[in-house]
């Protein structure tokens, strides 16, 4: 059974940066691409950035590009989501998202695409 646990959110002030972890267990990832999502309150969970595993392969948002990189340790099955200049309205719950379909990344920005999520961390930008 595929696991994603996500770790590293917290209170920042504008203009830091935060390092958000996604241990993910269950099965062999190399064929899946992987996803960071967020949702801020009242709003539709959007779509951040997301890695094709076994290639390396990325995808941003427009809204965080030339801030934000995703990344992965193969050795630690852990996806990494590097987040610089930090902005209040990155404020949200950000979410870990595993898709097996073993599609590329700039296809895969909806959340229906994805087959499974961790719990979520909590992000929080202060001005």
């Known amino acids: 059974q595929v696991q994603l646990v996500e770790s590293g959110g917290g209170l920042v002030q504008a203009g830091g940066s935060l390092r958000l972890s996604c241990a993910a267990s269950?099965?062999?990832?190399?064929?899946?691409?992987m996803g960071w999502f967020r949702q801020a309150p009242g709003k539709e969970r959007e779509f951040v950035a997301a890695?094709?595993?076994?290639?390396?392969?990325?995808y941003y948002a427009d809204s965080v590009k030339e801030r934000f990189t995703i990344s992965r340790d193969n050795a630690k099955n852990t996806v990494y989501l590097q987040m610089n200049s930090l902005k209040p309205e990155d404020t949200a719950v950000y979410y870990c998202?595993?898709?097996?379909?073993?599609?590329?990344?700039?296809?895969?920005?909806?959340?229906?695409?994805?087959?499974?999520w961790g719990q979520g961390t909590q992000v929080t930008v202060s001005s």
């Open positions: 998202a595993a898709d097996r379909g073993m599609g590329w990344p700039r296809d895969r920005r909806t959340p229906a695409e994805y087959d499974y």
């Open positions: 269950g099965r062999t990832f190399s064929s899946y691409v």
């Open positions: 890695v094709r595993w076994s290639a390396g392969t990325t």
